[in-house]
């Protein structure tokens, strides 16, 4: 059973953010998994990759991801059904979930609004191809 994150487990997730070429992210605790696989926390905050660091998450995009991360058991169970359920005909796409995260983009957010969110995973045998379970108005 997957217990619901306290405000301070949030917190301790917000400041382990660590820089990559996209934007914030961090690994979840193990015992949030999708179809067993770990868990990242990834806050997008540009489109084009750079040498330079990555803009901070704003203060939006950070009170979007403690709403998340409040619901997380709830979200996973969720992201799991749907990923099911667009994938009814190829069961053994469970299996094969690759690096899944909790993705807020910036970009996105900006043209679908600042509730816009995703629970994304790749396919390990398929490289180039990313599912997103949408969430968010």
Partial sequence: MRFALDADAIETILRALQPYSYGWR??????YRFFGQSI?????????PGDD????PTQTELTLARLVLAGLPEVVSRAEQEYRAY???????????????LWICR???????????ALTSGISD???WTIFVEFGD
């Fill in 53 to 56: 660091p990555a803009p901070a």
């Fill in 126 to 128: 398929a490289p180039d």
């Fill in 87 to 101: 994938n009814d005909e190829f069961p053994e796409f469970a299996e094969k979930t690759r690096e899944p995260r």
């Fill in 26 to 31: 961090h690994e979840l605790p193990v015992s």
């Fill in 40 to 48: 990242a926390l990834s806050i997008e905050t540009r489109s084009i």
């Fill in 107 to 117: 970009e996105f957010q900006e043209t679908d609004g600042p509730d816009r969110w």
